[in-house]
């Protein structure tokens, strides 16, 4: 079964630090990774995905994420923290050809001015 | 390009009542369409998988009818929540996925939904 995991319910940072947020997956076959951020009330924004190739994705507002397959990881990251970009983000993985989504559980970043 | 919308933003109905949310796609056809909901400080949970013009294919442990699923063209899709109770009180989120470029969801704003 497909599942993704974010161990951490909230990560804080201070603003101009670089920041992580983890993201482990388990799919059978290739994985369709993504990262969505939601702000308070608002639906997902899209961020990131790793389809396949280059092993270090880069995204929307300056974030990337390291696609780790003998760690099954893909955490993402972005060298310097922004106030702003205190939000909710979450992980998503899917199998190739299934097009469903399963989400991790979410990670609250807090950047601290 | 790629923007999905959902109409309302929020609700607020009495308990018994039905209530409909609409899912549009307003600048691609979205070939199958998703209904997630999601719990305060929680993840989404995905209930229901629609493809436009056949029934949707429901998540274990969501209630078909409760849940009423419309795909009724390629840029909409309703969700029905029936005889609402307060439990059913949430955030519900749609997203689309074009034929084209199938491995991305396109996701809607969210509906407040608050059954009294």
């Known amino acids: 079964a497909q599942s993704v995991a974010q161990p951490e319910d909230q990560v804080n940072v201070a603003e101009g630090n670089p920041l992580t947020v983890k993201c482990t997956y388990s799919?059978?076959?290739?994985?369709?990774l993504f990262w969505y951020v939601q702000y308070p009330n608002r639906g997902l924004q899209f961020l990131l995905k790793?389809?396949?190739?280059?092993?270090l994705v880069k995204g929307s507002y300056g974030f990337e994420a390291e696609f780790n397959k003998s760690q099954t990881s893909f955490h993402l990251k972005k060298p310097s923290a922004l106030v702003s970009d205190s939000a909710l983000y979450f992980c998503?993985?899917?199998?190739?050809?299934?097009?469903?989504?399963?989400f991790g559980t979410g990670t609250r970043l807090k950047v601290l001015a | 390009g790629a923007v999905v919308s959902q109409h309302p933003s929020r609700v607020i109905c009495k308990s018994g009542t039905s209530v409909k949310i609409e899912c549009r796609s307003l600048?691609?056809?979205?070939?199958?369409m998703f209904w997630y909901r999601q719990f305060p400080k929680k993840s989404l949970m995905l209930m229901a998988t629609?493809?436009?013009?056949?029934?949707?294919?429901?998540e274990q442990g969501v209630e078909k009818d409760k849940f009423l699923i419309n795909h009724a063209s390629l840029t909409l899709s309703t969700l029905t929540v029936t005889s609402a109770h307060p439990e059913d009180s949430s955030f519900y989120i749609c997203?689309?996925?074009?034929?084209?470029?199938?491995?991305?969801?396109?996701f809607g704003p969210g509906t407040r939904l608050t059954v009294t």
């Open positions: 997203s689309a996925r074009e034929g084209t470029r199938s491995d991305e969801q396109y």
């Open positions: 799919v059978s076959g290739n994985p369709y």
């Open positions: 790793y389809i396949t190739g280059d092993n």
């Open positions: 998503a993985v899917s199998g190739s050809g299934t097009y469903k989504y399963i």
């Open positions: 600048d691609f056809q979205a070939t199958t």
């Open positions: 629609s493809n436009e013009g056949s029934k949707a294919t429901y």
